[in-house]
């Protein structure tokens, strides 16, 4: 059984080898891994420099902190979707109670 932190170094080194391959150091895949937090994203961080291969590290920095936003966008939503669920919840049990 792999421990739970393999995908996240398996993506950590999957970023790094695709930093390296297009001429970037290998030490900027730890940092911006370490900013995006999970494999997924940094999988996906992985995914947008083999296809548009960007030439400056300002570019690379601007698509990472794209991905981050968008997660942390993404993890607002569901935890108000959560707390409205909760409210709607006691409200209509409260409602309930006075029927």
Do not use: C, F
Request: no cysteine; aromatic share 8%.
């Amino acid at each position: 059984m792999r421990e739970p932190n393999w995908d996240w170094l398996d993506a950590r080194d999957e970023l790094k080898d695709t930093l390296t391959g297009i001429g970037h150091p290998a030490e900027l895949g730890d940092l911006i891994a370490k900013h995006l937090g999970s494999p997924k994203a940094i999988r996906r961080m992985a995914a947008y420099l083999r296809y548009e291969r960007p030439a400056s590290v300002e570019t690379i920095a601007d698509e990472m902190l794209s991905i981050r936003s968008e997660i942390d966008a993404w993890r607002e939503k569901k935890q108000s979707e959560e707390a409205n669920s909760v409210i709607n919840t006691l409200l209509y049990r409260h409602d309930w109670e006075k029927n």
